[in-house]
C-alpha cells in the first residue's frame, strides 16, 4: 500500500517562529489533506489539497502531486498552534492513510 | 454544517461488557468511516460504509460490529473487548463538497478494564 512520511517528527518553536512541515507519499493520490489535533483528540482539516497551492490565514500548503510530496507553511506561530499535525492520503480507493504526524509545541 | 457528532465522549468497559459507540453527520454524505487512534500514533481505518453498504473491513476482530442503519448513522457495537483495545475510535464522513475530503467527528475514549 502507499506509503506517508512526515518531517520532522517533532518541532519545537518560539511563538511568532515560522516553520514548514513535509510530507512525503510514495504513490499518486487523488486526496491529500492537512490536519491539527488538538490536545483533545478532535481532527481539525485545514486543507484539501490533491494539488497545488492554498492559503489560510497564517497557514498555507503546497501540493507538487507530480514530485509526491505537501508543505504546510505556519507563519507567526502562537501557542495554540501546539498539536500534532497529521498529514493523511487516498491513492483512488477508499483507504485513507496517515503519516506518522509531527508533534508542534510553540513556546509562549 | 461540516458536523460530525460521537456519543459518548468517554466510555470505560470491562472486559464483558456489550456497549456501543454512536456517530451521526447531516452532511448528506454518502460514506462513513471508524478509525481507531493508539497513544502517540496516527488514526487507522477499521471500517468504510459506502451508500450503507461495508465496503472495507480492515481485518478487524469480530469483537468489534459495526453497523450503518441509515445514511446519517453510524454505530460500532463493542462486546468482549481487552484492555488493548483502550484508545480513541473516531468516525469520519465524506461527500461534499469535495468526495474524498473526510471530516472528523470528536471521538470517543475508550478504556477497557
Known amino acids: 500500500g502507499i506509503q506517508v512520511e512526515q518531517s520532522p517528527p517533532d518541532l519545537i518553536l518560539q511563538e511568532g517562529a515560522n516553520s514548514t512541515l513535509r510530507c512525503n507519499f510514495s504513490d499518486s493520490v487523488n486526496n491529500l489533506q492537512w490536519f491539527h489535533q488538538n490536545p483533545w483528540g478532535q481532527l481539525i482539516n485545514l486543507f484539501y489539497?490533491?494539488?497545488g497551492t492554498k492559503q489560510n490565514g497564517r497557514l498555507s500548503a503546497t501540493t507538487v502531486a507530480t514530485e509526491r510530496y505537501s508543505l504546510l507553511y505556519i507563519s507567526s506561530s502562537q501557542t495554540t498552534d501546539s498539536g500534532v499535525y497529521f498529514c493523511?492520503?487516498?491513492?483512488?480507493?477508499?483507504?485513507?492513510?496517515f503519516g506518522p504526524g509531527t508533534r508542534l509545541s510553540v513556546l509562549p | 454544517d461540516t458536523e460530525v457528532t460521537q456519543t459518548p465522549k468517554h466510555l470505560v468497559m470491562g472486559m464483558t461488557n456489550k456497549k456501543s459507540l454512536k456517530c451521526e453527520q447531516h452532511m448528506g454524505h454518502r460514506a462513513m468511516y471508524w478509525y481507531k487512534q493508539k497513544a502517540k500514533k496516527p488514526p487507522e481505518l477499521m471500517f468504510v460504509?459506502?451508500?450503507?453498504?461495508?465496503?472495507i473491513n480492515e481485518s478487524v476482530p469480530s469483537r468489534f460490529s459495526p453497523e450503518c442503519p441509515n445514511s446519517s448513522l453510524l454505530n460500532l457495537h463493542l462486546h468482549a473487548l481487552q484492555p488493548e483495545d483502550s484508545a480513541l475510535y473516531l468516525c469520519?464522513?465524506?461527500?461534499?463538497?469535495?468526495?474524498?475530503?473526510?471530516?472528523f467527528g470528536p471521538g470517543t475514549r475508550l478504556t477497557v478494564l
Open positions: 493523511a492520503v487516498d491513492n483512488y480507493g477508499q483507504n485513507f492513510v
Open positions: 460504509y459506502s451508500y450503507e453498504k461495508l465496503s
Open positions: 469520519a464522513s465524506t461527500g461534499h463538497p469535495n468526495p474524498n475530503e473526510q471530516f
Open positions: 489539497i490533491p494539488s
